[in-house]
């Protein structure tokens, strides 16, 4: 029992705490622990003090003190559990709130966390269960249906997720998470202009939203209304939110460790969530592969929770490998700098579980952004972004860019065809078929301006299909959008999309002519087509996004399918359509013709990314001079 003096110290401490003093509140539980050590209130207190104080480790320690006085404490055990959570312990922080609602079933917030955890675990089944089961007990409470709606999108139930949201805004109206979930929820069932709405209704209350405010931009890509100027200045507006010209001076102000030294060995790291299976990683296997490890030494940070396969083959160029998923930007940002980087290569852009605001601290002396976005970062800390003269021509691209242009080939990307594809097969169109148009991109990227086109080369191409296959393609009723324009339903043909990547490429034999989508070219799906000897027409744009494709056909040797308007598009593919003869020939040839161009140089494409990057850091080192 506590005596009155100390009952008295223990609410003094309680008062600091709750006014938000915890150094205080610290300092009061631990008089009363000296005095009491055999009362578990004030172990647990502290533990509480400890995690506002984000002393995790130290949380850790208190709170089990405090179960081994108490081992029925419910609470306790949960606020254990979030304690490993802060600790990246999350293995153990999952046990801890199992045994939390092991003593106590209907606890609601244990189950949240619980699911929170199984997230980051990367057990989302196991995470659903969680949340469904507090919805169970709780179906009044907004924040259980706006964590089943995160959830079912994580496992590409979006349809159901936008229902959940639905469920989350009607219980609370003014519940700023559900709206940012809905937001990409919508955006995966390729309701964009929805999206941004409801990005717009949560940044009113949350304005400083990283996620949100970087998912908003990614969307504008998907959309030709919107000019060139509007978008850069969207993005510039987000540079100035993490770069204050505090922020800014404590940049220049900034020491690095290593020497300045223009032709020494240079650690780069490339920061991304997609090292694994995944289109960014495919285009930059071949650089780090190729790179000279005599120059370079090349660390790779990984941000998500999957590693698979293709993880392992990235791994196997890197000196060190490191996943960050789940772990703050503190400490993020304090491992990164342990290993003193040189250069720091942003892979992410604004996707998804993007560090960007870590870049506006500056992590290395000289940062790039390349290849995973198709625009500007906003960033004044991000020195240049690597691309090509065609995606980005100079002196009319480089107004809507915050970072430098660099143009370190004839085309910005290379090309990793996976093991054991299949060849080229005979255009089905040879056995006396109708022509099948063919589209493998995220419908998305199916804008209004895409429907229209496409509708008007079916129209113009009697008996003629047109293939479509994409994650999620029955959240959209993309058959119902061509009827609008005059296309029977049976001519639009929707397939699932496959996981195993030889059976995707295989696919690719199905269509005779493959469609770039408009405003937001493919990048993998064109490379892909032109593999598997597919002819692909493009509508060059006025910006990066739409105009991709015409720097992967121009690198192949076919700038004669990179379209000037809308006429010349349709006329093309008809063209193409009309010759038969002339599909079987190009099926036969144009796989040789991409082996032989600056895509599949994987060397060649390494030793220019590696002469760019070298040019930037003299730069920087003449900088200090």
């Not at 409801?198 to 504008?220: G, N, T, V």
């Not at 870590?358 to 790039?368: C, D, E, G, S």
């Not at 990793?416 to 060849?423: C, D, I, T, V």
Request: hydrophobic content about 40%.
């Amino acid at each position: 029992m506590l005596t009155n003096k100390q009952i008295a110290l223990l609410n003094n401490g309680i008062a600091f705490h709750k006014a938000g003093r915890w150094t205080e509140a610290s300092q009061a539980y631990a008089q009363v622990r000296a005095q009491a050590p055999d009362e578990p209130g004030p172990w647990y207190m502290g533990g509480l003090a400890a995690l506002q104080l984000r002393r995790p480790n130290d949380a850790i320690t208190l709170l089990e003190r405090a179960i081994r006085l108490s081992p029925k404490n419910h609470e306790y055990f949960y606020h254990l559990g979030i304690a490993y959570t802060h600790a990246s312990r999350h293995a153990e922080a999952e046990k801890h709130l199992r045994t939390a609602i092991a003593l106590k079933a209907d606890y609601v917030d244990a189950w949240l966390f619980l699911g929170s955890v199984l997230q980051v675990l990367n057990r989302i089944g196991d995470a659903l269960d969680a949340f469904q089961t507090a919805a169970k007990l709780r179906p009044e409470r907004a924040d259980v249906w706006y964590n089943i709606g995160i959830c079912q999108s994580l496992l590409g139930l979006s349809a159901d997720a936008v229902k959940s949201h639905d469920k989350a805004i009607e219980i609370d109206p003014q519940h700023a998470n559900a709206y940012y979930g809905r937001s990409m929820a919508r955006q995966q069932t390729h309701m964009i202009r929805e999206a941004i709405a409801d990005y717009d209704k949560h940044l009113i209350k949350q304005p400083h939203h990283r996620e949100a405010l970087s998912y908003r931009l990614f969307a504008f890509n998907y959309l030709s209304e919107h000019s060139r100027d509007f978008i850069y200045q969207e993005h510039v507006k987000f540079g100035k939110i993490f770069e204050t010209p505090e922020q800014l001076a404590a940049n220049a102000a900034r020491r690095f460790n290593g020497t300045v030294d223009p032709n020494r060995r240079l650690r780069i790291g490339f920061l991304s969530p997609d090292l694994r299976i995944h289109s960014v990683a495919f285009f930059l296997q071949p650089i780090v592969a190729n790179l000279d490890k005599d120059k370079f030494e090349i660390y790779l940070y990984h941000d998500h929770y999957k590693e698979d396969a293709f993880s392992e083959v990235l791994r196997r160029s890197a000196k060190k490998w490191k996943n960050f998923v789940g772990i703050p930007d503190a400490k993020l940002e304090a491992a990164i700098r342990s290993d003193d980087p040189d250069v720091m290569v942003d892979l992410a852009g604004h996707t998804g579980m993007n560090r960007l605001p870590l870049f506006a601290r500056r992590l290395a002396p000289v940062q790039i952004t390349y290849l995973g976005y198709p625009n500007t970062t906003g960033l004044q800390s991000m020195d240049y972004r690597f691309t090509d003269g065609i995606a980005d021509p100079k002196g009319e691209a480089d107004a809507f860019y915050t970072e430098k242009q660099i143009r370190f080939s004839s085309t910005a990307w290379c090309f990793w065809p996976p093991l054991g594809s299949p060849e080229p097969a005979i255009p089905p169109c040879m056995g006396g078929a109708p022509i099948v148009f063919g589209c493998f991109n995220s419908l998305s990227k199916i804008s209004a301006d895409t429907v229209d086109l496409w509708s008007r080369i079916l129209l113009a191409t009697p008996d003629s299909r047109l293939l479509l296959k994409s994650v999620r393609s029955g959240e959209r009723d993309v058959v119902g959008e061509f009827q609008a324009k005059g296309i029977a339903p049976g001519r639009i043909v929707q397939i699932p999309s496959t996981s195993a990547i030889i059976e995707h490429l295989d696919t690719y034999s199905k269509m005779d002519i493959a469609l770039d989508p408009y405003p937001y070219h493919g990048t993998t799906t064109t490379c892909e087509a032109l593999w598997m000897g597919i002819p692909i027409v493009s509508l060059r744009g006025d910006r990066h996004a739409s105009r991709v494709s015409s720097s992967l056909l121009t690198a192949v040797g076919r700038p004669e399918w990179i379209a000037t308007s809308a006429d010349d598009y349709v006329a093309k593919a008809t063209a193409l359509a009309a010759d038969r003869p002339g599909l079987a020939q190009i099926r036969s040839t144009l796989r040789g013709q991409m082996q032989a161009s600056p895509i599949l140089d994987a060397k060649g494409q390494a030793e220019r990314f590696g002469d760019a990057v070298r040019d930037a850091w003299k730069h920087w080192c003449a900088s200090r001079g």
